[in-house]
């Protein structure tokens, strides 16, 4: 892991929090969506959630 200092150390704590529970609500729309086009946006959206916090994680490797 790089030096990152305890503030952006806790921006990206936050950050990936937020990414998850975006995903999570994202997926739990497109379980409930009956509109395919609605469905598939709401897919994407949490696709690219679990790519933004899988990116952040790099930060901390």
Same mark, same amino acid.
């Given at each position: 892991?790089?030096?990152?200092?305890?503030?952006?150390?806790?921006?990206?704590?936050?950050?990936?929090? =937020?990414?998850?529970?975006?995903?999570?609500?994202?997926?739990?729309?497109?379980?409930?969506?009956?509109?395919?086009?609605?469905?598939? =946006? =709401?897919?994407?959206?949490?696709?690219?959630?679990?790519?933004?916090?899988?990116?952040?994680?790099? =930060?901390?490797?």
């Amino acid at each position: 892991m790089s030096n990152i200092s305890e503030m952006e150390l806790q921006n990206l704590r936050h950050l990936l929090l =937020f990414s998850e529970t975006d995903k999570e609500k994202y997926k739990t729309y497109a379980e409930n969506c009956t509109d395919p086009y609605v469905k598939q =946006f =709401f897919q994407k959206e949490a696709q690219s959630a679990e790519q933004k916090k899988q990116t952040l994680i790099q =930060f901390l490797k």
